[in-house]
């Protein structure tokens, strides 16, 4: 195809996807602007876009047999969660595979909903991460990482004719193992944004450790 | 390969703005006897809410049933393409399906998927070919009266019809098959939808007579991630 296609595309037959965020420090906004992507984000929708069907699981017999799927935001074991960072000096890169110097504590509470607009020219997710007083220990707080189930994109370009699936053995909510059906060949836990104040984001937080810390992160998709 | 062209901006708006945007494009290129057309296509809602619904969606439970394989569905399951000859009607976001369709699929369809190396542009390329004696004759006063003016990408969607608000959104859909198979997908009613249309209505191109019984018909359509 002509490279000169690239060139026509004009702003109004764009989809835009943009990432936001507020970070609030009990109940003040401390700050909001946009996060950064990374590579696993892009790769995984464009693997469920073009992916056609791949088996998953085979077995000689039929059996009577539970099942389900998931998308980017499987919940009961922190499949998707948020985590916050020290660092103040490395920007973000689209191959950044997690924050630099994360602190390894899951928010308290986390929950996400879908909106739009009844004309249907926005589509937005809202993410609500919030670590209460004392969770995170008193320290200077530099950066965000939102995490998704994304796929690893080492698939080899160009791919012709892919399919993509991986039948996931995970830790379902009522504590025995589920098997889950996801478009993707290789999910994980994989940092999907970054929002950071090496970026020039938000200026690092000195935090006490005595409010909560909310995170609030919004994909929206427009015309 | 080349990247999406975005505005000129100064370093430091650019510095500030580095991979804080996603931008999808959808073009498209037209090709039938010796002339090539390249157009933008328009967007549906099913695909909008779809991309979302996927990002979003957590786990859920789709059932119990005699099943010998699972299989895992992108979007693309059911990938298909149709023209038609409507050349007045232009797309709008709840647009369900082409206006004026002929509906005789393509004889091949081929899905290629690319990145740059430095992983700020994703495509995923798809090439639909109707064989010379597929498609009627299509011009004024013939076999189908009228001129190619409209083309549709169909995909594997969510059908939008959940509420505004909702909140930890677990959406499932599948099919079960013969010979004990499921087919599932991470979205809500899943059906077979019109993802993309490419009107000259919409100023996309010039519709054109096209002679079926004689000449192939390719039709290009590429769905671009840019990280910018």
């Not at chain 2, 119990?64 to 699972?70: F, S």
Request: hydrophobic share 35%.
């Amino acid at each position: 195809m002509n490279p000169k296609i690239d060139e026509k595309i004009k702003e109004e037959h764009e989809v835009k996807i943009k990432g936001k965020f507020k970070i609030y420090l009990g109940d003040e906004l401390y700050t909001k602007g946009k996060n950064r992507w990374t590579r696993f984000f892009s790769s995984s929708l464009l693997e469920m876009v073009i992916s056609n069907h791949k088996q998953v699981y085979s077995r000689p017999d039929p059996a009577w047999m539970d099942f389900w799927t998931s998308g980017l935001s499987y919940s009961p074991t922190g499949l998707y969660t948020a985590r916050a960072g020290n660092d103040t000096s490395t920007p973000t890169t689209p191959d950044m595979t997690d924050l630099v110097s994360k602190i390894d504590i899951a928010p308290n509470t986390q929950n996400v909903a879908i909106f739009k607009e009844p004309d249907y020219s926005k589509y937005m997710s809202r993410y609500v991460f919030t670590w209460s007083p004392g969770t995170i220990p008193p320290q200077t707080v530099g950066e965000f990482g939102v995490y998704l189930w994304l796929d690893d994109d080492s698939w080899t370009s160009p791919a012709e004719n892919p399919n993509y699936g991986k039948l996931a053995i995970v830790p379902g909510p009522e504590g025995y193992d589920i098997a889950v059906v996801i478009p993707l060949n290789n999910p994980s836990p994989r940092l999907g944004a970054r929002i950071a104040s090496a970026d020039g984001d938000f200026d690092p937080i000195n935090y006490t450790s005595e409010e909560a810390i909310r995170l609030e992160w919004y994909v929206t998709i427009r015309f | 390969m080349s990247s999406i062209k975005i505005k000129a901006k100064s370093i430091s708006e650019k510095m500030d703005e580095n991979f804080t945007k996603i931008k999808i494009g959808g073009v498209a290129e037209i090709i039938h006897g010796d002339e090539v057309i390249r157009c933008k296509n328009k967007w549906t809602r099913y695909f909008m809410s779809s991309i979302i619904v996927f990002i979003a969606n957590d786990f859920t439970y789709l059932g119990k049933l005699n099943m010998r394989y699972e299989i895992a569905c992108g979007m693309s399951y059911k990938l298909t393409s149709r023209i038609g000859t409507n050349e007045s009607v232009a797309t709008t976001p709840d647009m369900t399906d082409l206006v004026s369709k002929i509906d005789i699929a393509p004889n091949s369809i081929t899905r290629r998927l690319i990145k740059e190396p430095d992983y700020t542009l994703y495509i995923a390329e798809f090439v639909f070919t109707w064989d010379a004696g597929t498609l009627p004759n299509i011009y004024i006063g013939g076999e189908v009266d009228g001129k190619v003016g409209e083309f549709g990408v169909y995909l594997w969607l969510d059908d939008d019809s959940w509420t505004t608000g909702l909140l930890n959104p677990a959406r499932g859909s599948y099919e079960y098959v013969q010979d004990y198979a499921v087919y599932e997908i991470p979205l809500g009613g899943a059906t077979q939808l019109l993802a993309s249309r490419i009107a000259s209505a919409d100023g996309a191109f010039d519709p054109f007579e096209f002679y079926g019984s004689i000449d192939p018909l390719t039709f290009k359509w590429r769905f671009q991630v840019a990280i910018v």
